[in-house]
């Protein structure tokens, strides 16, 4: 069984870097749980905020 990562911790570090600079197990979980928000229009903080809220 695994644990549960929240999407705050999983992006913790990574929140200014454009998607395709992302490993793909970010990317798969930002497709999976960051939709519907398109993570390259966000700022930083803004994608930050968003992955606390989620």
Do not use: V
């Not at 803004?46 to 809220?53: D, G, P, S, T, V």
């Amino acid at each position: 069984m695994s644990t549960f990562q929240s999407l705050a911790t999983a992006l913790k570090g990574q929140y200014h870097k454009q998607l395709a600079e992302l490993s793909s197990d970010a990317q798969r979980r930002i497709q999976q749980d960051f939709a519907p928000w398109p993570w390259d229009s966000k700022t930083p903080r803004e994608r930050c905020n968003i992955a606390k809220q989620w």
